[in-house]
């Protein structure tokens, strides 16, 4: 059994101490794929080293995080653009729009989305997507960039059943983590509701552990446990979970 983490950010400082044994906690839960999206400028020499360190399980991706679109946006997009042009990535993200905690670069923010869309559909690269307070501009501009060569996964997803409608009305899949177990999220509902083929798991790591880690740092490790509850919700086996929710992982990511 292959389990495949598309959204982890395991280059980052909170595992600076024990990077290469949390890598193998995850080959020990059968988590052998884990994809890497970008934050920004400061994340991209980190997140190259554990890939080259790792390079049978670890994908980076490249993109410019919503959240780190500031005055400087056009110095970061630069530099995103080159990145992708040396042909090392897997995809691109992670982007989108986050309004959650401030708005003062929303219309930056959809610039910076729009331009990544492109290049992704330049390079044939899939996209990691995050959204938070802003899905009905963040999917208005996919709408608008969409084309056959534009596909990827809305990241941690935790909406409606219309909005997941509305995100495989234009083909992309959904990520699933941690939240799918929290008691109260109601998102096991929707997840009941939606076809396997749709989805695919993450972790989001260091962020939104699973139950029973609730609150502690997330690793990729945990996402067996956020299989077993889409296995459970879903009323398959966890094998199943796995082998179709990595495929949709391979289609997607590892077309090259």
Same mark, same amino acid.
């Given at each position: 059994? #292959? ?12 595992? &600076? ?5 949390? /890598? ?33 399980? *670890? ?7 919503? #959240?780190? /679109? ?38 930056? =923010? ?5 331009? +990544? ?6 390079? =044939?690269?899939?996209?990691? !997507? ?7 501009? #963040?999917? +208005? ?14 990241? *941690?997803?935790?909406?409606? !059943?219309?909005?997941?409608? =509305?995100?495989?009305? /234009? ?7 941690? !939240? ?30 699973? &139950? ?6 997330? =690793? ?5 446990? !956020? &299989? ?11 094998? #199943? ?16």
């Amino acid at each position: 059994m #292959t389990l495949t983490d598309t959204h982890t950010h395991l280059y980052l400082d909170d595992f &600076a101490d024990d990077r290469r044994q949390v /890598v193998e906690n995850a080959l020990e839960n059968s988590v052998e794929r884990l994809f890497l999206p970008n934050i920004d400028s400061t994340t991209i020499k980190d997140m190259k080293a554990m890939a080259t360190a790792f390079p049978a399980h *670890c994908f980076p991706l490249m993109g410019l995080h919503p #959240t780190s /679109v500031k005055e400087n946006f056009e110095a970061e997009l630069a530099l995103v653009e080159m990145e992708l042009s040396a042909g090392d990535y897997y995809g691109v993200g992670e982007i989108g729009m986050d309004l959650y905690w401030d708005n003062t670069f929303e219309e930056q =923010q959809k610039e910076a989305f729009r331009r +990544q869309l492109q290049w992704a559909k330049k390079y =044939q690269l899939a996209v990691s !997507i995050h959204t938070r307070n802003a899905f009905e501009s #963040t999917y +208005q501009i996919v709408k608008e960039e969409l084309t056959d060569e534009l596909t990827g996964a809305f990241h *941690c997803f935790t909406g409606t !059943i219309d909005e997941a409608k =509305q995100i495989m009305d /234009v083909g992309f899949k959904m990520g699933i983590g941690g !939240i799918v177990t929290f008691k109260n999220s109601g998102l096991a509902e929707v997840v009941a509701q939606l076809p396997l083929e749709a989805l695919v798991l993450e972790t989001d790591a260091p962020y939104l552990a699973p &139950a029973p880690f609730r609150g502690k740092r997330n =690793q990729s490790a945990y996402l067996f446990h !956020i &299989a077993e509850k889409v296995a459970g919700t879903k009323k398959v086996s966890l094998e #199943t979970v796995a082998e179709t929710t990595s495929r949709t992982a391979e289609n997607l990511f590892l077309k090259k």
